[in-house]
Nanobody, 114 residues
């Protein structure tokens, strides 16, 4: 059974940091690009960051560049999103996405208070 399970979300003050994790199971995690998307209340889902299967290439939305960092551990079947300098506009449900298989996790809530 394929699963992507996110963790690490929570409530943080503006300027704070969180580290999201996504643990994959049930398939070959290292085959494809993987990343994070988010959806804020009343808004469409948007791309946040992605990382190539080897981890050598990363991509970020302009809104998070310089503040967020994505990494992956293929041996541990886990992808991470380090979020620093959080802003209230980062408040959203964050989803882990395997772009090759189009697998999505259930999401983890991130709330940033001003």
């Amino acid at each position: 059974q394929v699963q992507l399970v996110e963790s690490g979300g929570g409530l943080v003050q503006a300027g704070g940091s969180l580290r999201l994790s996504c643990a994959a199971s049930g398939y070959t995690f290292s085959n494809y690009r993987i990343g994070w998307s988010r959806q804020a209340p009343g808004k469409e889902r948007e791309f946040v960051a992605s990382i190539s299967r080897s981890g050598g290439t990363t991509s970020y939305a302009d809104s998070v560049k310089g503040r967020f960092s994505i990494s992956r551990d293929n041996a541990g079947n886990t992808v991470y999103l380090q979020m620093n300098g959080l802003k209230p506009e980062d408040t959203a449900v964050y989803y882990c996405v395997d772009y090759g298989y189009d697998y999505w996790g259930q999401g983890t809530q991130v709330t940033v208070s001003s």
